[in-house]
């Protein structure tokens, strides 16, 4: 994008230049002592000149003779290259003569209103100093100075033109740089370090040759790059342009309504004021159902408490607060921000760094200090502010004021009085301090993106979100809402209305007709009811027979509830026929006869008990059984195990009678595990004790000795490389010398040539004085007598060639080392593990501070008992090998063994006896086992039939208690049931139900039921069949709806007339723009650069953007206008609303501002905001992820140096944001840490 730096040779030839060669000074003062011819400088100085202007321009456009900061590569802007001061113009080169009119003014101006010494005076009128004139070339330059407080701002060439001239030079590229090399460039390079950033080019016409200029050509020189920023002006805007970015000379204050004290009066009086919070179904439902009601109106016009003392707040004009520091606390986004990170603001402050390092996180907490919340949350949908523990420092006048808390209600409101009312003293209706911070204070990239980026936008709405702010819009979307869903939900009450009223006219019909239906079916039904209570004798009224159809149904009713609850109370007496009951009076004397047979049969029970409990008990003979059976299983498993074993002595009697050979045995096993594990230890060991016997002598007896060395040659090894690194560094020094030496030279050398060529009859040296006599001499020596030593350059290069020999030795000498050191570490391993078994082994064990030697001596012994213990091992195993043939086995030995063992304990002497006479006992001891399994065999057989008649002695007594039991449980449940018949009787007499005792109970519930069955259907006939209730019931529900929708209808309908009644947003920012026009059309003109738009004007309900040279027919839409322009115009009402309001703090946050715009876009912002830090101490923050404009920002700022800073913030991996404070000055390179 932009691009302006220097490369590593051109700062070296920088060192040449502070300090240059005395022949080269001396050279460059003899071109300046040249002789003039007639008063004029030679013709052939004017060529040098010349020739010099255009060779040094060629040599700018490389880029690597300009100096470079970080961020500067790929910068082009204005600068094409600087020289280096040995490469500089002769001061005397291009002579700069005091102010006075030329041939060359008097052509252009004359002597009229506009000559030269009127242009002087308009730049005067304009605030420069130090205006000067020069005179030469094709065209005469005013300089002059622009400073605030004797500070240099920027350096302005002003060129007087003429249209002709002016459009000629544009159209011709070579020739306008040729123009700029000669008479612009030699300012340009007077300007050190970042100065040269602030020149400014000038050319001014008389106001009717600026109207001859075609439009493209001003453009196109407007839109030059080289050397500075350029302007194509008027005689008659001189003072109105320069300096440039000058702010708007007034700025009308806008007056219009506040729409949100508009809408929050309208909508309070109609108890609407939920309408201005987020939309909730919730609230809109409450408010049509009349659970919300309207709030009583304020009297005093909406002012809130502290109103009566803000006429002291207010009576200043512009308070001097701004941004002192701020801490983030603990939090505040953890993932970005540590506790301890804080902030110290200065006057200047540019934030910058990559997308996601935290710049925009930085301004969104000074939006919560001050505001309270973050109007992004809010647009996302987010509830509630953002937790906050961190503090923001005000500066207030010279005092410093801590926001360290979140504001509640009332401090908003106080600060919204303080920071953002007029000094006409306006009430403070609302809390809009959000709104109005995002209004005068902070510039975010929302809504840009918004006004940008919409395919089809509104202009007027998006306007409007800039003038009143985000959270505006979104309070004018939310009664938007809110006006939408009142008329969505009117038509359908007033639909609903409107069908309710027919369908109620309609049931209104059909209830009458069905009415007197009714009546007719009644005369045949009611005389059957009244025959059925008769039978039943039951005490109830009858029904008159000129009752209503209502009445009569009261009446079936209470009969209806009456009959079914006789019906359930009458129940029981479905049991009398059971019971042998046929009339109520045979209930009266039945109970005797059953008590008597209950006693009877509780008799006999208590007999047949008695007989059961003298019965032998059947379960403690089936336990002597089984105790039994389990014995008899463990004689039959002792009888197989006798015969297993005598199987077993078949087979090992052998190994019984050989003795001697089963215990060599078992001694061979011992020996030869003894041997193994000698064996199984010094195996570990057998590779190093080879080793150490068939490998070469040691060259150290200890270790010690060895790391000493290693130690003592890394040091040495270390020195070696530290002295190359500084020789390299020398040598890189040396290298760079040389290369700029030999561009100086070649210059120099192409200097002297030019010279020669110009002065072909001299032979002097115009450098060194020397007279070579004739010119081809002089020629010669220039072309091959200027050489450069690079001796010391060779001798270094051959010290370094010296020491890397020195570094591949010594890498050999500690490869070899480590390599015996390894070796020593494997001796010293084994001696330690022969040591751990040692005694063991019946070695002895080496000491810890053995030499190489004794330790290789002790390793050797180790593998000598090696070897012995496997031929030991060997003899062993070939012997037991031999008694295994003949079948003496460890597997048969131990199996004898475990037979042995089980043989005694049966108590026979195993350790006396032979293979025969074990075989003999064990038949006998066999044979008394058959005979005990024999008689314990009969004793099962008789417990058996000893249980099995017990059994079913004890089932006959089960049976005859059951018997009894079954008896008295039949007799008690008729006993009960005959007590329930007694009792339903009694409560159907108390109910009103009065039979007979000769009346039959069957007869008397048939009566019962059937009234009952008649009741209920003659009741349902009037319920459902003939729906008469129902449409009664359903006219009386709607009813009571349509009166609940008109009420609601009109609810619906005062609402959409109070929503109806709210002008939108975009019809409040007509007043602005037309009060505030032209001071955002004058500010847009200045920030758009090339300026292909003269003003902006109203034409209609459309803002226009007017180009110049065009018919007000050809104005642009901002809907037409890029993205650029757009953002232009943003900006421009962006800072009118801030310089309009005289009690905003004096401070502004840009977010991204120039994300969208060009470098010529760029740089009128920048010179926008160093005028408005200057004119009014604004203080500025500015964020931007693009390294070439932070380069450019810290440029154009450098020159405040301390008030100026540059936060430079990163994210490396999962830690948090790091921040790395600057400051510069304009003639360093470095930047200056700040400690933060």
């Not at 480590?818 to 070695?843: F, M, Q, S, V, Y």
Request: contains cysteine.
């Amino acid at each position: 994008m932009l691009e302006c730096g220097r490369s590593r040779a051109a700062r070296t030839a920088q060192t040449y230049a502070e300090r240059p060669p005395l022949s080269f000074v001396r050279g460059l003062s003899a071109l300046q002592r040249v002789p003039r011819r007639g008063g004029r400088a030679g013709r052939g100085m004017g060529r040098l000149r010349r020739q010099r202007a255009r060779g040094a321009g060629a040599v700018r456009q490389d880029a690597r003779h300009r100096r470079q900061r970080p961020g500067d590569a790929g910068m082009r802007l204005f600068h094409p290259g600087r020289q280096p001061r040995d490469r500089r113009l002769p001061r005397h080169a291009g002579r700069l003569h005091r102010a006075g009119p030329d041939r060359v003014a008097r052509r252009f101006y004359g002597r009229g209103e506009s000559s030269l010494e009127s242009l002087i005076a308009q730049l005067e009128r304009a605030g420069l100093v130090r205006i000067r004139a020069h005179k030469g070339g094709e065209a005469a330059v005013i300089e002059a100075d622009h400073e605030s407080d004797g500070l240099l701002v920027g350096k302005y060439v002003v060129v007087p033109a003429e249209p002709e001239w002016l459009s000629g030079l544009a159209e011709n590229a070579g020739a306008f740089e040729r123009f700029e090399d000669e008479r612009i460039a030699p300012f340009f390079f007077r300007l050190r370090g970042d100065w040269s950033w602030s020149l400014y080019v000038v050319y001014v016409l008389r106001d009717d040759a600026y109207a001859r200029l075609p439009v493209d050509r001003k453009r196109r020189i407007e839109g030059g790059k080289r050397y500075g920023r350029k302007l194509v002006v008027p005689f008659s805007a001189v003072t109105e342009t320069v300096p440039v970015a000058k702010l708007p000379s007034e700025q009308r204050r806008f007056r219009g309504s506040d729409p949100y004290s508009d809408w929050s009066a309208r909508l309070r009086e109609a108890g609407l004021s939920f309408c201005l919070e987020p939309y909730s179904s919730k609230l809109l439902s409450d408010y049509i159902e009349g659970a919300l009601v309207a709030a009583p109106s304020d009297p005093n016009g909406g002012e809130t408490e502290g109103g009566s003392d803000l006429a002291a707040v207010l009576e200043v004009r512009r308070p001097n607060v701004g941004l002192g520091a701020i801490r983030f606390g603990s939090r505040y986004r953890p993932h970005c921000w540590t506790p301890d990170t804080a902030i110290d603001f200065a006057r200047i402050n540019l934030l910058e760094g990559a997308n996601g390092a935290g710049k925009t996180s930085v301004l969104e907490a000074i939006e919560l200090a001050f505001t309270g919340k973050i109007l992004r949350d809010e647009m996302a949908g987010r509830d509630g502010a953002e937790p906050w523990d961190g503090g923001l420092t005000l500066a207030v006048g010279d005092r410093e004021e801590l926001l360290d808390a979140l504001p509640g209600p009332s401090e908003r409101r106080e600060r919204q009085s303080r920071f953002y009312r007029h000094r006409d003293r306006e009430r403070v209706r609302n809390t809009q301090l959000n709104q109005l911070f995002h209004q005068h204070n902070y510039f975010s990239s929302e809504a840009v993106y918004r006004f940008c980026y919409d395919r089809q936008p509104d202009y007027r709405q998006s306007f409007a979100r800039v003038v009143f702010g985000e959270e505006m819009a979104l309070i004018e979307e939310r009664w938007g809402k809110y006006k939408e869903e009142f008329g969505d939900k009117w038509k359908s009450l007033r639909d609903r209305f409107v069908e309710t009223e027919a369908e109620l006219d309609m049931l209104r019909a059909q209830i009458r007709e069905r009415e007197e239906r009714i009546a007719a079916g009644l005369e045949t039904a009611l005389p059957l009811l009244e025959k059925l209570i008769r039978r039943t004798a039951a005490s109830f009224p009858l029904v008159g027979r000129k009752a209503d159809g209502r009445d009569i149904r009261a009446w079936l009713e209470r009969l209806y509830a009456l009959v079914s609850e006789a019906d359930v109370v009458a129940k029981p007496l479905a049991e009398a026929g059971a019971l042998g009951l046929s009339t109520f009076g045979d209930a009266s004397g039945a109970d005797a006869a059953l008590l008597r047979e209950i006693a009877e049969l509780q008799a006999a029970r208590d007999e047949a008990a008695r007989r059961r409990a003298e019965l032998p008990d059947p379960a403690a003979l089936q336990r002597e059984l089984h105790e039994r059976e389990r014995a008899m299983i463990g004689l039959d498993a002792r009888i197989a195990e006798f015969g297993r074993w005598a199987d077993e002595l078949k087979r090992l009697g052998p190994l019984l009678d050989d003795g001697g050979k089963r215990r060599r045995r078992t001694e061979l096993e011992r020996e030869a595990s003894a041997l193994r594990r000698r064996v199984e230890l010094l195996e570990p060991l057998e590779r190093v004790c080879r080793d150490a016997n068939a490998a070469a002598g040691f060259g150290y007896e200890r270790r010690e000795e060895a790391e000493r060395k290693r130690e003592e040659l890394e040091r040495r090894r270390a020195d070696v490389r530290l002295s190359r690194s500084r020789l390299a560094e020398r040598i890189r020094t040396e290298e760079e010398k040389a290369d700029s030496a030999h561009r100086l030279l070649a210059h120099i050398q192409s200097l002297g040539l030019q010279y020669a060529k110009e002065h072909e009859a001299q032979g002097k040296c115009p450098m060194c004085g020397v007279d070579h006599r004739t010119a081809a001499k002089l020629r010669a020596l220039i072309e091959h007598g200027i050489r450069h030593d690079e001796s010391e350059l060779h001798r270094l290069r051959v010290e370094e060639r010296e020491l890397t020999r020195e570094n591949e030795r010594l890498d050999a000498e500690l490869a070899h080392l480590a390599d015996e050191l390894k070796r020593l570490a494997e001796l010293e391993e084994a001696a330690a593990r022969l040591n751990l078994h040692a005694g063991e082994l019946g070695l002895k064990p080496i000491a810890a501070s053995a030499s190489v030697s004794d330790t290789r001596s002790g390793l050797l012994e180790a593998a000598a008992r090696l070897d012995e213990a496997r031929g030991a091992l060997e003899d062993v195993l070939r012997e037991a090998r031999r008694l295994d043939e003949a079948g003496f086995t460890l597997a048969r030995i131990g199996q004898l063994d475990q037979l042995l063992a089980l043989v005694s304990a049966e108590k026979l002497d195993a350790s006396l006896l032979t293979a025969d006479r074990l075989q003999a006992a064990l038949t006998i001891a066999a044979d008394n086992q058959l005979k005990e399994r024999g008689a314990a065999e009969e004793r099962i057989r008789l417990l058996r039939l000893e249980w099995k008649a017990a059994e079913e002695a004890r089932l006959r007594a089960d049976a005859a208690l059951a018997a009894a039991d079954r008896g008295l449980t039949d007799r008690n449940g008729r006993l009960r049931r005959l007590a329930g018949v007694r009792q339903a009787a009694e409560s159907l007499r108390e109910r009103g139900f009065r039979p007979k005792d000769d009346d039959g109970i069957e007869p008397w519930r048939a009566s019962l039921a059937k009234l009952l069955e008649e009741a209920r259907l003659l009741l349902e006939t009037m319920r459902t069949s003939d729906p008469l209730a129902v449409d009664i019931a359903e006219r009386d529900r709607l009813e009571a709806e349509r009166a609940a929708l008109a009420l609601r209808r009109d609810r619906c309908g005062r609402a959409l007339e109070a929503l109806n009644g709210l002008r939108p947003l975009s019809a409040y920012i007509d007043g602005f723009v037309e009060a505030n026009i032209a001071a955002i059309g004058d500010l847009f003109v200045r920030l758009h650069a090339p300026r292909e738009f003269e003003r902006l004007a109203l034409r209609g309900d459309e803002l226009v953007a007017f180009r110049r040279g065009r018919t007000d027919a050809d104005g642009c839409g901002v809907n037409e206008m890029s993205t650029g322009q757009r953002t232009a115009v943003l900006l421009s009402i962006f800072f009118v609303m801030h310089l309009s309001m005289e009690t905003a703090p004096n401070f502004i946050l840009l977010d991204e501002p120039v994300a969208n715009m060009d470098d010529l876009n760029v740089l009128g912002l920048l010179d926008f905001l160093r005028q408005l830090t200057i004119e009014r101490g604004t203080q500025i923050v500015f964020t931007t992820a693009n390294p070439a404009v932070a380069s450019l920002f810290r440029r154009k700022f450098s020159i405040f140096e301390e008030r100026f800073r540059s936060f430079r913030l990163s994210r490396p991996g999962d830690e948090g944001v790091r921040i790395v404070a600057e400051t510069y000055v304009p003639d360093k390179e470095e930047a200056v840490p700040v400690a933060t």
